[in-house]
């Protein structure tokens, strides 16, 4: 559940009513702003995220003209259990909407991380 804990910045649009809920979200982001979309993570026997709602839900706000929309797989059991910061409450979106978006800074560092693993074994 949502309330339980999320990513902070992170925006609560159901799968099953983003038909509901389409307008408070597409209200809240530009088309082009970077969305990463997750789910609770559950995770299977290798540890991968089960979870083909996030996937469908990244599909369905590319089709709806969102530019800069990025599936985070692993979702937010792995994100938690990295000990990484989490929201507990319904404040959905508050954080995104003052910019304080943590995912972001998380891939960010995971890319560079990658390109220098890439620079100093080559």
């Known amino acids: 559940m949502f309330k ?4 902070p910045g992170a925006y609560n649009l ?5 038909d509901k809920n389409f307008s408070g979200f597409s209200g809240t982001f530009e ?9 609770q993570g559950i995770s299977g026997p290798r540890n991968e995220d089960t979870c083909e709602t996030s996937r469908l839900l990244a599909e369905l706000l590319s089709t709806r ?3 800069r929309v990025m599936l985070f797989e692993q979702g937010y059991a792995f994100w ?3 000990k990484d910061p989490v929201d507990r409450g319904s404040n959905s979106g508050v954080a995104a909407k003052n910019k304080k978006m943590p995912v972001f800074s998380y891939f960010r560092d995971l890319i560079m991380l990658v390109i220098g693993f890439v620079v100093w074994h080559f």
């Open 80 to 82: 938690e259990n990295a």
């Open 31 to 39: 088309k082009t702003a970077p969305l990463v979309v997750y789910c």
């Open 65 to 67: 003209g969102f530019k």
């Open 4 to 7: 339980d804990g999320h990513i």
């Open 14 to 18: 159901d799968f099953y009513d983003v």
